[in-house]
T-cell receptor, first 114, second 113 residues
Framework: AQSVTQPDIHITVSEGASLELRCNYSYGATPYLFWYVQSPGQGLQLLLKYFSGDTLVQGIKGFEAEFKRSQSSFNLRKPSVHWSDAAEYFCAVGDGQAGTALIFGKGTTLSVSS | SQTIHQWPATLVQPVGSPLSLECTVEGTSNPNLYWYRQAAGRGLQLLFYSVGIGQISSEVPQNLSASRPQDRQFILSSKKLLLSDSGFYLC????????????FGSGTRLTVV
């Protein structure tokens, strides 16, 4: 069965420090991978997506993610975290087929300390 | 540009009362539409999705139902709410292929008392 695992429920990083949020997936076909961010009480905003090609993808707000097929991972990174990055982050996987839905991980909450 | 509207933003309803949450999309046609529920620590649970008018797929047996009376309108309903229906409900739309990911509405916080 398809699944997405975000091993870290909660992460705290200092402002200005680097960030890596982990995402592992189990998917039979070639996956389409996404990272979303959610501020408290808000909907989800798409940060970046991977379909094919270059395995390092750039997103909004200075985020990037790297697809590693051998490790079934799609980790999200940012070189220098800002206080405004504090939010919940979701990884999702899909197959790009009509009529199917994305599968989301349970999310990682990021806190930023000053 | 495409926009998605979801309302109301917050709702407090007594147990046993009916529910109707509405979601509409503008600026696109034939969208795939989705209802998710989010509970603390559980991530996003897919409730329903629709690939066309009158076409509803249910992912989880529950006290809720969904309808799509128009191409860009998706409604989540219940005849009698339970306490366990409390949560944050999110509507989303995506293109037919699903390649582009989803665009989410701003959500509805439902509290059943």
């Amino acid at each position: 069965a398809q699944s997405v695992t975000q091993p870290d429920i909660h992460i705290t990083v200092s402002e200005g420090a680097s960030l890596e949020l982990r995402c592992n997936y189990s998917y039979g076909a070639t996956p389409y991978l996404f990272w979303y961010v959610q501020s408290p009480g808000q909907g989800l905003q798409l940060l970046l997506k991977y379909f094919s090609g270059d395995t390092l993808v750039q997103g909004i707000k200075g985020f990037e993610a790297e697809f590693k097929r051998s490790q079934s991972s799609f980790n999200l990174r940012k070189p220098s975290v800002h206080w405004s990055d504090a939010a919940e982050y979701f990884c999702a996987v899909g197959d790009g087929q009509a009529g199917t839905a994305l599968i989301f991980g349970k999310g990682t909450t990021l806190s930023v300390s000053s | 540009s495409q926009t998605i509207h979801q309302w109301p933003a917050t709702l407090v309803q007594p147990v046993g009362s009916p529910l109707s949450l509405e979601c509409t999309v503008e600026g696109t046609s034939n969208p795939n539409l989705y209802w998710y529920r989010q509970a603390a620590g559980r991530g996003l649970q897919l409730l329903f999705y629709s690939v066309g008018i009158g076409q509803i797929s249910s992912e989880v047996p529950q006290n809720l139902s969904a309808s799509r009376p128009q191409d860009r309108q998706f409604i989540l309903s219940s005849k009698k709410l339970l306490l366990s229906d409390s949560g944050f409900y999110l509507c989303a739309w995506g293109r037919m292929t699903g390649v582009g990911g989803y665009t989410f509405g701003s959500g509805t916080r439902l509290t059943v008392v």
